[in-house]
């Protein structure tokens, strides 16, 4: 059992970056594959980025590529993600999520546990 507190949320000026945070209790943290999510509102829960659970392997969806990165810390336990060069369009709740020897992918069903989120706003 693997519980997911995101922290880091805030409002931001376009331009601007931030910083989330994912503290994950539990054990064997090191070997759960940990990746971000967004979603806004009347929309599908959307991928952000991604790391295997032995770090050998990163991936972002195509609308943060170059502008976002995400580090897993094994030591804390905890995964972050790096946002600079924020757009309005990156404004959503983001959620970490957890999957135990996970492959790495995009999709949601993939992903055994998640946080409550932490709300994004960036603003023109």
């Known amino acids: 059992q693997v519980q997911l507190v995101e922290s880091g949320g805030g409002s931001v000026q376009a331009g601007g970056s931030l910083r989330l945070s994912c503290v994950a209790s539990g054990r064997n943290f090191h070997l759960y594959t940990m990746a971000w999510f967004r979603q806004t509102p009347g929309k599908e829960r959307e991928f952000v980025a991604v790391?295997?659970?032995?770090?050998?392997?990163?991936d972002y969806g195509d609308s943060v590529k170059g502008r976002f990165t995400i580090f897993k810390d094994v030591a804390s336990s905890m995964v972050t993600l790096q946002m600079n060069s924020l757009k309005p369009e990156d404004t959503a709740n983001y959620y970490c999520?957890?999957?135990?020897?996970?492959?790495?992918?995009?999709?949601?069903?993939?992903?055994?546990?998640w946080g409550q989120g932490t709300q994004v706003t960036v603003s023109f």
């Open positions: 790391v295997r659970w032995n770090g050998d392997t990163t």
């Open positions: 999520a957890a999957a135990r020897l996970g492959l790495g992918t995009d999709r949601r069903d993939d992903y055994e546990y």
